[in-house]
Structures are given as C-alpha cells and as structure tokens.
C-alpha cells in the first residue's frame, strides 16, 4: 500500500475543510432566518472541527519540518467561524444585516460574488 503524496493529502484536507464550512456557508447565504438553525450548525462543528485540526496539524508536519504558517494559517480561518455563529444568532442588531455576516466569506475564502 502506498502512502498518498503531500499534495494528495493537501487535496483531501481542503475538502474536509470545504465540508466542515459548507453548513455554515449555507447558514449565511440562504435566505431563510439562520437562528433556529445555529445552535446545531455550531453543534455539529465544534464536534467536527477538533479530528479537522488534528488531521490538519499531522499533514502540516513533515518529518522534522513544521508547516508553521499554513497551520497558523488555517487555525485563523477556523478561529473565525465562532463569531459568525453568534453573528448570525443576532442579526438584527447588525450595521448592515446579513451583508456584514457575508463579507468576510468573500474576502477570507476568496469565494466568487453572487450576482
């Protein structure tokens, strides 16, 4: 059995990561009120994102090298989603509504503008 290459596991881990978001994304930009939804998306994540980081942690070391800023890199872009949670339960009392919950989607994941 061969091992998968470095960028084989890359691969794999931005589509866990891309599974691991996707709830969230969609608690965002659908247009139905996210409230009652939260507290399972938020459930469901922080009981998923604890194998996402360990797994994420193994991949960024390599023998003796440490990939220290991809992984502090990543660590961020998970550190964010708490705060989109409690965002989106509270989102009449946002400057600008769910636009103020969307952008930081667009400019941190580079996700392309919905027209």
Known sequence: ???????????????????????????????????GKVPYVRAQFEKEVISFSKRAKDICQDGDYFYQVEWRDLIHAIDYFPRVFEELQDL???PRGRESVKKPFFTTFRLPSRS
């Open 1 to 35: 059995m061969s091992q998968k290459s470095r960028v084989e596991q890359q691969r794999e881990l931005f589509t866990e990561f891309g599974f691991l978001v996707d709830p969230i994304r969609r608690l965002v930009f659908d247009d139905d009120n996210p409230k």
């Open 92 to 94: 009449e009392h946002q």
